[in-house]
């Protein structure tokens, strides 16, 4: 190319658009379906991948950039070093060792801490008003152990935490009543996985609630049946992995909708895992994570809403919050 005739473009201060930088730290199953959603959806200028291992980081790195013809324009960098992620706006964590058959979900709990102490400081000290996204496994203890690691304020560390269990319900009841996922409101609360709490109080499908006219008309929608269908939430993710052995491409769509709402600052509300003490009767003095809808932007968690349980779901999140606690008092950070 010629510049044309008086002179070539050299952009002012005021054409310079901020660009945005997302990394993404862990380049396994779940942070590539992740990596991969947020450059389809052109979420951001430049993506940074870290990984332990260099040769399969390099492969992903390449095999994405191989696609840029099909793609909005995005600069993808990849590095084993974390400096990599220098400047970053959002940093997502997804590396996590894997449970050993026999391994106790504490020790497995211990080893990602110990994974965790080498990657989140180095995460703050390169971009220190980042936000922070956690995905890595148990979700809810980690996104408090990188609260703690990385000396960020907690409206700046977020835990993916039960926005996809949330979107499982969703799937599940859409079926059920044969609509669209996008028109049904459902929320799951508290732990990601086994103990999360299904607010059926408030599910409703086009701001019409379903709870009693379903009860009204299916006489079958009784407490059990309704148990029955948040363990099939929570067995649905057990089911994926039994059957190709690991999940991707639900936690990637669901991670990249929270990209968006942050960087996009949509302060759209998504169920994720927020510092909930004082929430629902939880004591004050326990710093646990656990999931709350919470109002999502540029800020990070710019508010929590303050639903309405029932005694028993207020009873079930705060068996959770208790729970989780405990596990975070064992870390002794
Ligand atoms: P994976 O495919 O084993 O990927 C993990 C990656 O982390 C591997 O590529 C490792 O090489 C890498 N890694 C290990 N140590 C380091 C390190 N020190 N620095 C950088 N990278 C490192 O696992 P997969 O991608 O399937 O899952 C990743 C994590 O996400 C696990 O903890 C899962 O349990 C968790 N998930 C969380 C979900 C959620 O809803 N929060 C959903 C699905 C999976």
Request: contains cysteine; glycine residues 8%; neutral net charge.
């Amino acid at each position: 190319f010629r510049p044309v005739a008086d002179g070539a473009a050299t952009p002012t201060a005021s054409h310079r658009r901020r660009l945005t930088k997302v990394s993404v730290i862990g380049a396994g199953n779940v942070g590539m379906a992740i990596a991969q959603t947020i450059l389809t959806r052109d979420l951001a200028d430049e993506i940074a991948l870290v990984d332990a291992l260099p040769d399969k980081l390099r492969g992903e790195m390449l095999d994405l950039q191989h696609a840029a013809a099909f793609l909005p324009r995005t600069r993808l960098v990849s590095d084993t070093d974390i400096a990599v992620t220098r400047g970053s706006d959002l940093a997502i964590v997804t590396a996590g060792a894997r449970q050993i058959p026999g391994e106790t979900r504490l020790n497995l709990l211990q080893r990602n801490v110990a994974l965790f102490r080498k990657i989140v400081p180095g995460l703050a000290e390169h971009s220190p008003e980042a936000l922070l996204l956690i995905v890595s496994n148990p979700v809810d203890v980690l996104t408090y152990v990188a609260w703690k690691l990385s000396g960020f304020p907690a409206s700046r560390v977020i835990g993916s935490g039960t926005n996809l269990d949330s979107s499982r319900f969703r799937f599940l009841l859409a079926e059920h009543l044969d609509v669209n996922a996008q028109d049904v409101q459902a929320y799951m609360v508290g732990e990601h996985g086994d103990s999360s709490v299904a607010v059926w109080s408030s599910v409703s499908v086009a701001g019409m609630p379903v709870l009693k006219s379903l009860q009204e008309s299916h006489r079958c929608f009784d407490e059990e049946a309704l148990e029955g269908i948040r363990r099939a939430v929570v067995d649905s993710a057990y089911e994926v992995i039994s059957l190709k052995g690991y999940t991707s491409w639900a936690i990637g769509y669901s991670v990249a909708s929270l990209v968006a709402s942050l960087l996009r600052d949509q302060r759209r509300i998504h169920p994720v895992s927020v510092l909930a003490r004082g929430f629902h009767g939880i004591p004050a003095e326990n710093d646990v994570f656990l999931s709350l809808p919470a109002r999502l932007g540029r800020g990070g968690v710019l508010g929590v809403a303050e639903m309405e349980l029932t005694e028993e779901e207020a009873k079930r999140l705060r068996r959770s919050a208790k729970t989780l606690w405990e596990n975070c008092q064992q870390l002794g950070l």
